[in-house]
């Protein structure tokens, strides 16, 4: 059965943000050394489609949210004169926002929703947004999720006049993403939506603006989860305690970090047939300096052992006491070799996900190759699932589209572009 979608003010469209990485540099740049970030190739997509009411509907399957708001009942926010956007909460008013894991999402949409929709006479609109990236693992899904919701929501705002693509978009695009990210986290330091917005590589420095790496180099990179859970409050309040009792040590060890970040910036431009091996060397250099401030983990050092035993080097990234480590894959590494490492990674518990690093940052788009994104979302699924017709009208016939995207196995939606 075909599904009549009638007429409305705009078609749906797709936006898409990666993921980031921490390179180098992680806990020294508390210390306003410098920090090394990628983008990683696994991102959030936001599917925005039109209603026929006044409603908006957000939709976010990753976590068990699905809130739908009267907009009239959103509050109209001025960003000047709250004194942080996470003062936002106190403006809630009669929206209702869920308890639980998904208040801080909710609560972000409410923000940007008040400070660029609520003032404009605004159709209804249902935002879904499903990640491929793994949530609270130190790889950036917060930032991805602001980059998308805030460019969605100036796209339907008619701030963004390149669909995202100019410099002016992308800077209005990361300064919202960014009162997003401090709607969640109080005081971020902006590496993360910066890496969601602009992609790429970027060097960044405490209070300085961040620095994009003129690199052509993607780097193959396996990403190996530990699952042990780690609090990045302790490990950072564990660095400061070593550096009161051996400041001129700890401060050592901080300045040679910023010494491998400062390498690796100069690597990164570079083109010699060297790079690798040496960018191999400063990976290796920079675990052994974070695993003398202590924020090592057995569990981290044997993915070193595994990945070593293969001629790959490992480092920890963010925080540390677990989360996550990063592998650089050889460009000579044949595939076999690849996946003989992720089966030993995989039979120790650890879930591992290949990826590149240092690709394109936030993606506006209108269609998937030659198809109209509901017409892609709809092909994706089985015929008699998808077709479905909405029984939300409201959803302007678009229910369907939503609800198919909503459950789109993850193969599927990393399909979608870039
Ligand atoms: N797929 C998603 N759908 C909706 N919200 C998401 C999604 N992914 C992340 N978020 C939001 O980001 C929060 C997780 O942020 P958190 O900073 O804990 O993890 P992270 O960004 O993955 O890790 P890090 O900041 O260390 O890189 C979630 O609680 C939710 O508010
Ligand atoms: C450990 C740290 O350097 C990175 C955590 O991902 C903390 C920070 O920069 O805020």
Redesign the pocket.
Known sequence: MVVAIPQTEFKPFLVSAPGKL?LFG??A??YGKT?IAGSVSMRAYALVTPRSDSKVRLVLPDISVDVQFDTSKLPQLNPSELSHPCEVENHVGCASVPEGPGRMAVLTFVYLFGCLLAQKPTKGFTVCVRSLLPVGA?LGSSASFNVVLAAALLQLSGQLYKDGKSTADRQLINEWAFAGEQVAHGTP?GIDNSVATYGGFLAYTRGQKPQNLNSSNALRVLITNTNVPKS?KA??AGVRSLRDKHPQVIDGVLDTIHSVAISAISLFESQGEDVEEKLQDIIRLNHGMLSTLGVSHLSLERIREITAAHHMASKLT??GGGGCALTLVPSNASDETVEDVKRMLAHEGFQCYQTTVGGAGVAISHCVGAQPIEEWVRSMLDRQLSLAPSTKSEDAGYGGVVSAFSILPDTAIAKLAP
Do not use: D, Y
Request: hydrophobic share 55%.
């Open positions: 921490i992680e806990h740049v508390v920090a130190g330091s990045t490990l950072l963010g925080a």
